[in-house]
């Protein structure tokens, strides 16, 4: 179905449109020309919207079509958006709610389009799993057929969570680990005291990721991994490119062939149709920089030393090629050796490896650092020579390397402490108490937002995330001053958290570096980050929605820790050890209501002689975002949710549980009942949440709005017309 006057007017205004047949995904040119085919990157086989929409009104075509063209626009493709009743499958709601913006029905009527406003760090990406996320270079199916949302709204914040959570392989996560990049590019620090300090940027491919562009050969599977085992080629050509070259398909195969060289010989050996294949390579780009290409998962075999009499080391050891030269410059050995020693001192980091140590492998006592050489004289590899033909030559060896191995691994256990568990009184602290309460929030949503900043950064707004610290090799102050006097340049891409909210991600620091530099101040100023952090906030709708309105510490620092934060541990532990700094924050400044005579109101949902009923109330009720208690008096196990010294915050409390579905009354803290007035939620919101899934599927559905108190054939009724608006 085609509804094009529901394209947005903005989007009509571009010429950016194409036209499709139904039985193709090729982009057409919406004007006669001798050859018919448009290009998703030739705007001169574009054309205007009207164009194209005359084109398909005359029947030459059936779709129009939008290319994305790296102007402000990003657009997501959800494959299967639907589940088995015809509702929003869990992966569609949750996008399409994040994202809130224009989202209209793909062609086929089982998948979604969402357009936004804002950017992305590449052009675009296709995780395999049913999500597509692009800036330039592709081009939508446009229907017009929307659900829910009928504007294109600007949303940085919600892309930036699309990317983080379903392309992880493009972040860098607040431990400082990077995910599935293709090319790593070292950021060299020289040995201190002759010791190699550990650089763990090295990435865990996600299983079946499209982002390995650099295929694993065939005879692959997982393994166990026991140790590292070290390669060289044994031929003189220390470039990438001999080995490693990217995907056919690879849609920056372009940038990737500039960084690493092209092989004009096709002679590479990371193809699906070869019978080798190692974990990653370490030699020179293009531009003649030593680094290494991680070319498999880390846990997936190689096929590497081949084998012996008892066995082989190609089920347990990571493996990687150096690429060798002439074995005469003491430079290139020098980097190259760095460099082994610091993906192996990360993979020993990774999987817990004593670099030292042996492992029992058919009988056999298999130091779990060693290399080709070593593995035929234990009779578990072929006859090879590699490394100890070379690194003598340069008074290094495999004794030398695991000995620096263990050195680096050491120095990586002297990290900075972890914030105290109990706020101290500070100028700092009162400083954003003051500010967030300034700004109209109530105390519950600033102690939410100052638990999650006490967790991301101690509250400290000169705060270096601390194994950059080590990566770098700058302290908090020494960064801090690089980065305002200019002599540090990577501030927006070197992907290190810093501040009071540890920003990370490129654009969010990019925009934070501008937002300095337009008013004149350090990248440590507290009252800048935080107006800073203000006006970020703006854009959360959901998030802003939701501090305005909370009423517990725990509500708040959810909404910040889900929808504004974002990292990538949101457990329960989390929330609960967040929620709990944030409270002892709300303690300490929250200015104490007036109390009469003393008395406590308490939204009560329940009262239940055996504890497993109350317990499943209690679940419900967190199931669906209250913070809430349970109390035994007089025998019988009570579901609670608040206290409050006035019955009107009781009453919104009432009323909120009440939409959701929850019978619930007014109590005193001696047990005398006191009514109170909510209102349900319309159809119409009913209706919309059952669409993003929140009230289950089939029969589960059905009993749940029944037991609610609310008409499941009216609610059902209002779905269909709005799924077949």
Request: proline share 4%.
């Amino acid at each position: 179905m085609t509804r094009y006057e529901n394209i947005p007017e903005e989007l009509k205004q571009l010429s950016q449109w194409v036209c499709a047949r139904s039985d193709s995904k090729v982009p057409m040119k919406a004007f006669p020309d001798e050859n018919p085919c448009a290009s998703s990157t030739n705007p001169e086989t574009w054309s205007s919207f009207d164009t194209a929409l005359k084109a398909v009104s005359e029947g030459h075509y059936d779709y129009c079509g939008f290319v994305f063209n790296d102007n402000g626009y990003v657009g997501i493709d959800i494959d299967d958006g639907y589940d088995q009743d015809g509702f929003l499958s869990p992966l569609a709601a949750e996008i399409i709610g994040v994202c809130e913006s224009y989202t209209e029905k793909s062609k086929s009527g089982r998948g979604f389009h969402i357009l936004l406003k804002g950017t992305l760090p590449f052009k675009g990406k296709n995780n395999l799993a049913g999500v597509e996320i692009y800036k330039a270079a592709r081009y939508f199916i446009m229907t017009g057929d929307t659900l829910l949302y009928n504007t294109i709204e600007e949303d940085q914040g919600a892309i930036d969570y699309v990317v983080e959570k379903f392309f992880p392989e493009t972040r860098e996560d607040k431990d400082g680990e990077r995910y599935g990049g293709r090319i790593y590019s070292p950021m060299w620090t020289w040995p201190e005291n002759n010791r190699i300090k550990l650089r763990p940027v090295y990435p865990r491919i996600p299983d079946g990721s499209r982002n390995i562009c650099l295929t694993c050969y065939k005879g692959t599977g997982k393994m166990a991994v026991k140790g590292v085992l070290w390669h060289s080629t044994g031929v003189n050509n220390p470039t990438l490119k001999r080995y490693v070259q990217p995907d056919d398909d690879a849609f920056n195969r372009a940038e990737l062939i500039a960084l690493i060289g092209k092989n004009a010989h096709g002679n590479d050996w990371n193809h699906i149709y070869r019978e080798a294949g190692l974990n990653c390579w370490i030699g020179k780009l293009a531009d003649g920089t030593v680094t290494t290409v991680q070319t498999m998962p880390w846990d997936y075999k190689p096929w590497g030393c081949g084998s012996g009499k008892n066995g082989s080391c190609n089920n347990g050891w990571v493996q990687f090629e150096i690429c060798e030269d002439g074995l005469t410059d003491p430079v290139y050995c020098e980097k190259v050796y760095k460099e082994a020693c610091e993906i192996t001192a990360y993979i020993c980091q990774m999987f817990g490896i004593d670099p030292n140590g042996t492992v029992t492998m058919n009988g056999v006592n298999v130091p779990t650092i060693l290399c080709h050489a070593d593995s035929y004289k234990l009779g578990l590899g072929s006859n090879h020579g590699d490394v100890n033909h070379w690194f003598p030559k340069h008074d290094k060896s495999m004794a030398t390397a695991r000995a620096d191995v263990a050195a680096l691994l050491k120095a990586a256990e002297d990290k900075p402490s972890a914030p105290v568990e109990t706020p101290s009184e500070t100028n700092v602290e009162k400083t954003i108490w003051d500010f967030f309460t300034g700004k109209g929030l109530n105390a519950f949503a600033v102690g939410g937002i100052m638990g999650n900043l006490f967790a991301e950064s101690a509250l400290r707004p000169e705060n270096l995330q601390n194994t950059y610290e080590k990566k770098l090799g700058m302290t908090d102050l020494e960064y801090t001053k690089a980065v305002d006097d200019g002599s540090y340049t990577n501030f927006v891409r070197d992907s290190a958290g810093y501040g009071l909210a540890q920003w990370a991600y490129w654009s969010r620091k990019q925009e934070l570096l501008e937002y300095v530099r337009k008013i004149g101040t350090s990248i440590a100023d507290l009252g800048m980050q935080l107006e800073f952090m203000w006006i970020e906030l703006q854009a959360y709708t959901s998030v802003m929605k939701t501090l305005k309105a909370a009423t517990s510490v725990q509500m708040a620092s959810d909404a910040i820790l889900t929808g504004y934060e974002r990292p990538a541990d949101q457990s329960d532990a989390v929330k609960t050890k967040r929620a709990s700094y944030g409270k002892k924050y709300y303690d300490k400044y929250a200015t104490p209501a007036e109390t009469p005579s003393g008395v406590l109101y308490r939204v009560q949902v329940g009262a239940f002689s055996k504890k497993t009923n109350a317990d499943a109330m209690l679940k419900m009720l967190k199931a669906a975002g209250f913070d809430t208690y349970m109390v035994q008096v007089d025998g019988l196990y009570k579901v609670q949710v608040g206290a409050y010294s006035k019955k009107s915050n009781a009453d919104a409390m009432a009323a909120k549980l009440k939409a959701s579905g929850f019978d619930t009354y007014i109590t005193t803290k001696s047990g005398t009942a006191a009514s109170t007035e909510a209102q349900k939620k319309s159809v119409t919101e009913l209706a919309k949440e059952v669409i993003a899934g929140k009230w289950g599927n089939g029969s589960d559905r059905k009993n749940r709005l029944t037991q609610a108190g609310y008409d499941y054939t009216a609610v059902q009724a209002k779905v269909n017309e709005l799924m077949e608006k």
